[in-house]
């Protein structure tokens, strides 16, 4: 007899982009304008998977814009659509200081006003509810642990910590307390890459990995909040490919040695005016062991950047070139054979594998199949499974999921990186008594 899946509470850390596609200055005008997560999630309950819903933020008086840019893009396009949610703190009401989460940072970064959520968010949600963080990196890891520790499934976006140690410690809650962990790794999902990765396995010994992502500068008025103060292009945006390679590499190589390098001097310019810190470009340039055979080594090149063009008609460029002894893989996921021309625009590539926004014929929302929405269902299914006993939290590390066990060398390699360029050296990666450890 199956068991039954009851439907799952969830609360969204984090009211910007990714969630609401709001922005500080109004709604986003990147290719998530719209959102990614509140709409996903108000789909998912329209399905039945779902039930009640909640959105912490640290500005209340956010929330009627917020709910007018949602019933204006969401409920009157989608048809059956139910954008209700609960919302901390009260709309009267911005950063409450006595609900303020511990510095999670050891880098260079200081928690910001960012850091601070409603804890009573969290507080009311009850064991086997979820918890889905989209907020700045600096803050994961408190938001985690404070979820975890109250018996709450998470789901963080990348990456999920900024430091290794914080990662494991994630790991081991998570097993004691037994609940799913997840990091939201979305192009995991992305069929291209799923099937690429497939491919990869039958070429042999790694030897060159090539990765390039980019957002235009615009950006940076999106972000400049945290720029530079929170966090670092390396950890916004390589995290996606450097997770990618790891992914690919799981059973095959180890990665041993990282030296960082960085451009300088638009970000911290006019009309931006980032923190002098901020950087515009990095490079992680990264040494990586074969598992099974001595002589082989390989060399992985991860670059970011939020410094690109405004005009190259891509939110986000972004391919990769995989090399091995016996062939090559090449991406490139900002091209996908699909562009359209508006007068006074110009070109634009889209990508609706990620997530389609057109509704369907009969006017429901029609992105089920995107890998943006496949991310968060993954995780809203196997909390549900897990909820149900149907299943235990450690079988999914076995599936190829992102789980917090499954990324733990994406924040060691990440957190590698912000080292080498602090202070100017190699950083070496070690496995030393089933624990990973920078040296």
């Given amino acids: ?4 899946l009851k439907k799952l509470n969830v609360l969204m850390c984090g009211t910007g982009e990714y969630t609401t596609g709001w922005t500080g200055s109004g709604a986003s005008q990147s290719d998530k304008k719209i959102g990614v997560v509140g709409l996903t999630l108000f789909d998912l309950r329209r399905l039945g998977k779902v039930d009640q819903l909640a959105m912490v933020g640290t500005n209340g ?9 949602l019933a204006e893009k969401i409920g009157q396009v989608y048809a059956d659509m139910d954008i209700s949610f609960k919302s901390y703190p009260e709309e009267d009401k911005i950063d409450p200081e006595s609900c303020r989460f ?18 009573r968010a969290i507080d009311d949600l009850s064991p086997g509810d979820a918890v889905v963080i989209f907020t700045p990196d600096s803050t994961h890891y408190p938001i985690s642990v404070y979820a975890i ?5 998470v789901l963080v ?13 994630l790991i081991e809650k998570a097993k ?14 992305d069929p291209a890459y799923s099937d690429a990765k497939a491919r990869a396995d039958a070429l042999g010994e790694f030897n060159f990995f090539s990765a390039w992502m980019s957002q235009p500068k615009t950006q940076l008025e999106t972000f400049r909040a945290w720029a530079g103060k929170d966090s670092d292009i390396s950890y916004y945006l390589s995290s996606h490919h450097i997770d990618i390679c790891c992914w690919m590499l799981a059973n095959k190589a180890r990665p041993t040695r990282v030296v960082a390098s960085a451009a300088t001097g638009i970000a911290t310019g006019e009309p931006y005016n980032c923190v002098p810190q901020t950087e515009d470009t990095i490079t ?8 099974k055979s001595p002589r082989h080594k390989g060399t992985a090149v991860y670059t970011a950047s939020w410094t690109a063009p405004t005009t190259s008609g891509v939110h986000s460029a972004q391919h990769w070139y995989y090399m091995a002894e016996k062939g090559e893989v090449s991406v490139d996921q900002a091209h996908r054979g699909y562009d359209i021309v508006v007068d006074g625009e110009g070109k634009t590539y889209y990508n609706p594998f990620y997530m389609k926004y057109s509704p369907s014929e009969s006017g429901h929302f029609d992105g089920q199949r995107g890998y943006g929405y496949v991310s968060i269902e993954k995780f809203v299914d196997a909390a549900r499974s897990v909820n149900a006993r149907a ?12 789980t917090i066990a499954n990324t733990v060398l994406t924040t060691a390699i990440l957190h590698a990186g912000r080292i080498s360029l602090d202070e100017a050296r190699p950083v070496h990666i070690q496995l030393r008594g089933g624990k990973w450890v920078l040296e």
Avoid: C
């Fill in 1 to 4: 007899m199956s068991k039954e």
């Fill in 61 to 69: 008086t956010k929330y009627p814009a917020i709910r007018k840019h």
């Fill in 102 to 119: 511990p510095n999670a940072s050891q880098v260079r970064y200081k928690l910001t006003a960012a850091g601070r959520l409603d804890k």
């Fill in 149 to 153: 520790e109250r018996d709450l499934h």
């Fill in 157 to 169: 976006t990348k990456p999920a910590t900024q430091l290794l140690a914080h990662h494991q410690d």
């Fill in 176 to 189: 004691k307390h037994n609940v799913v962990v997840f990091v939201e790794h979305h192009k995991r999902f």
């Fill in 284 to 291: 992680l340039l990264v040494d990586w062991q074969s598992i």
């Fill in 391 to 402: 299943s235990q939290p450690a079988e999914y590390d076995a599936h190829g999921l992102p």
